[in-house]
């Protein structure tokens, strides 16, 4: 059995027209929400082996501040430029990628394609606001599997939850 997090990054500031996406910070409320999420996930006794990240800045704050919460260390989190601007079918490669001698894992990335992730993995339709988590038991003993396991949406858990 398989369990994996797919995270969207947290609320990020749009207040620098300037600036490129892929640069843009959270905003205060992200800033806020990321380890508190974090906390939540740690209060409920979740240790994944690994947490992959796009390299967007609001991604992979986000990741750093899961990480933080969790005790993990910054070797914990590997950053993937793959998965920014990317579609679901690339982000099942990420996952049938991942380590198997991890038996959890988290993923943090953007919309749509992590909420049609979700849906890919467990048929269920979900939107996922700003650094909400959606976890997914997957019934396989390997990575390479999960592309065509039928998952199951476990829960949801949003920042105003």
Same mark, same amino acid.
């Given at each position: 059995?398989?369990?994996?997090?797919?995270?969207?990054?947290?609320?990020?500031?749009?207040?620098?027209?300037?600036?490129?996406?892929?640069?843009?910070?959270?905003?205060?409320?992200?800033?806020?929400?990321?380890?508190?999420?974090?906390?939540?996930? #740690?209060?409920?006794?979740?240790?994944? %082996?690994?947490?992959?990240?796009?390299? &967007? @800045?609001?991604? $992979?704050? *986000?990741? /750093?501040?899961?990480?933080?919460?969790?005790?993990?260390?910054?070797?914990s989190?590997?950053?993937?430029?793959?998965?920014?601007?990317?579609?679901?079918?690339?982000?099942?490669?990420?996952?049938?990628?991942?380590?198997?001698? #991890?038996?959890?894992?988290?993923?943090? %990335?953007?919309?749509?394609?992590?909420? &049609? @992730?979700?849906? $890919?993995? *467990?048929? /269920?339709?979900?939107?996922?606001?700003?650094?909400?988590?959606?976890?997914?038991?997957?019934?396989?003993?390997?990575?390479t599997?999960?592309?065509?396991?039928?998952?199951?949406?476990?829960?949801?858990?949003?920042?105003?939850?």
């Amino acid at each position: 059995m398989k369990t994996l997090f797919i995270v969207r990054h947290a609320k990020s500031d749009w207040g620098h027209p300037g600036l490129a996406d892929h640069d843009r910070p959270l905003n205060d409320r992200g800033r806020g929400d990321a380890p508190r999420m974090g906390r939540r996930l #740690a209060e409920r006794g979740v240790r994944p %082996g690994l947490i992959r990240s796009s390299t &967007a @800045l609001r991604a $992979r704050t *986000t990741a /750093a501040a899961l990480a933080d919460e969790l005790g993990l260390d910054e070797a914990s989190v590997q950053l993937d430029e793959s998965m920014y601007a990317t579609s679901v079918a690339h982000l099942l490669e990420v996952v049938v990628e991942l380590d198997d001698t #991890a038996a959890t894992a988290i993923l943090v %990335g953007h919309n749509p394609e992590f909420s &049609a @992730l979700v849906g $890919r993995l *467990t048929g /269920a339709d979900v939107e996922l606001p700003t650094c909400t988590i959606a976890e997914v038991r997957l019934p396989v003993e390997r990575w390479t599997d999960a592309a065509d396991a039928a998952g199951e949406l476990v829960r949801v858990d949003s920042p105003k939850d």
